[in-house]
């Protein structure tokens, strides 16, 4: 019978049949361009879907019918060789029962612990009071005083901060937001958005992300970090800020600004559930807005935030923000560049500067910044759901900056 009555007739579809081909196990007769395939064929097959039954690989499938079928044993050789393959299986599968068994005894520990994990005990996050000097009015650079708030052990969790000008900075749930009315609220982040980023984001451009950090984690010397002032744009999901978190100096201050107050309660809840005692400080604001005092920065961490501002605006963020900056300070940055634009891009013309090492390079060194270190990323195709700002065609990388002035 042909390929595809003999698939039909023993239920297999006919590119398992042709695998079987290819690796030998099933030897049709070719007739008049088509296979055919015998009874041979057919005992050849019940052989093969016998063993499979009984654990064996395919690889071990064709080790035996090669025995079966050159070996030219004698009944007996032929009984005492099948006897020493069968026994020497049943052992493999008995150890790897026994191997199953103590997998499953750890998971079932492992589940036990994460069952037993009080998620209501953690540790709330708010602003602590000795840190309010660190506020500035982001309109005429005044104090800002607390106008009313919930103070919980020296931290502020809600309430509200005022400038002598008039102006009101409101405290939501341990975070200082500025011109509220502004602030975006793009997505629900709920406790399992990690999770469906990382499923719905391709392997490739997470590959990418995680390395990055993973090459800047190894080049940062945190020793020079302590009792200093760190300011993260654009914080996102915490990628950065969780990454270093361990070996965060505790006596460094951690500010981190996004423009999302989704994205912000988010972060810090996942801070909280791990009872954080580090000194973190979570901003809602616009970047060229931020509350603070001008000069006041040791750090800068500019994790795609340049990037994500460069999307609707021509101007490259870092100078528009230098005026936080002390006049001795690192810069810690990770950048999109684009390795070409199509015809539909989503990026319009004016903002694709942006988008260029050589201009990017060039604006970090007019802010007089010298490099200690840097990398380019292998390039990636394809983003994802939430990463959806590059289309097909395009391709994307990252370079990665670290430097002083």
Request: glycine share 6%; aromatic share 14%; proline share 1%.
């Amino acid at each position: 019978m042909k390929i595809g009555k003999f698939a039909e007739s023993n239920n297999l579809t006919i590119d398992t049949v042709r695998h079987y081909m290819d690796l030998g196990l099933i030897i049709p007769e070719m007739q008049g361009g088509h296979y055919y395939f015998d009874n041979r064929c057919k005992s050849d097959l019940e052989d093969i879907l016998s063993l499979k039954d009984m654990g064996f690989t395919l690889n071990e499938i064709k080790s035996i019918f090669m025995f079966k079928r050159l070996g030219k044993l004698t009944p007996y050789e032929q009984h005492q060789y099948y006897k020493t393959f069968f026994e020497s299986k049943y052992e493999s599968i008995r150890k790897e029962i026994e191997n199953l068994k103590e997998i499953r005894n750890n998971l079932k520990k492992k589940i036990d612990e994460l069952q037993s994990y009080n998620k209501e005990d953690k540790n709330k996050i708010g602003i602590n009071i000795r840190n309010l000097s660190i506020f500035k009015c982001s309109k005429c650079k005044g104090d800002l005083m607390i106008s009313k708030g919930n103070i919980d052990s020296n931290q502020l969790i809600n309430g509200r901060l005022k400038c002598n000008c008039g102006a009101e900075y409101e405290i939501d749930d341990g975070i200082l937001v500025s011109n509220s009315k502004d602030i975006e609220h793009r997505l629900n982040f709920n406790n399992n958005y990690i999770e469906e980023y990382i499923n719905f984001t391709d392997i490739e451009y997470l590959d990418g992300v995680y390395k990055g950090l993973e090459l800047m984690h190894k080049k940062i010397n945190y020793d020079n970090f302590k009792n200093k002032i760190i300011l993260e744009l654009g914080s996102g999901m915490g990628f950065f800020l969780r990454h270093i978190y361990d070996e965060l100096p505790d006596n460094s201050l951690y500010i981190a600004v996004d423009n999302d107050l989704g994205r912000h309660k988010f972060l810090k809840g996942i801070l909280e559930l791990i009872n954080c005692n580090k000194n973190i400080i979570f901003i809602c604001s616009d970047f060229t807005e931020i509350p603070i005092g001008n000069k006041s920065i040791d750090v800068l961490v500019d994790f795609s935030g340049s990037s994500n501002y460069g999307f609707v605006n021509e101007e490259f963020l870092l100078n528009k923000i230098d005026n936080y900056i002390k006049g001795s300070a690192w810069l810690i940055g990770t950048y999109i560049m684009f390795k070409n634009f199509n015809a539909n891009s989503k990026i319009d013309d004016k903002y694709r500067k942006n988008f260029n090492i050589n201009n990017v390079r060039e604006k970090i060194e007019e802010l007089d910044y010298k490099v200690i270190y840097e990398d380019i990323s292998q390039p990636v195709s394809k983003g994802g759901k939430y990463e959806d700002y590059f289309v097909e065609g395009e391709e994307i990388y990252y370079y990665l900056y670290y430097g002083k002035r």
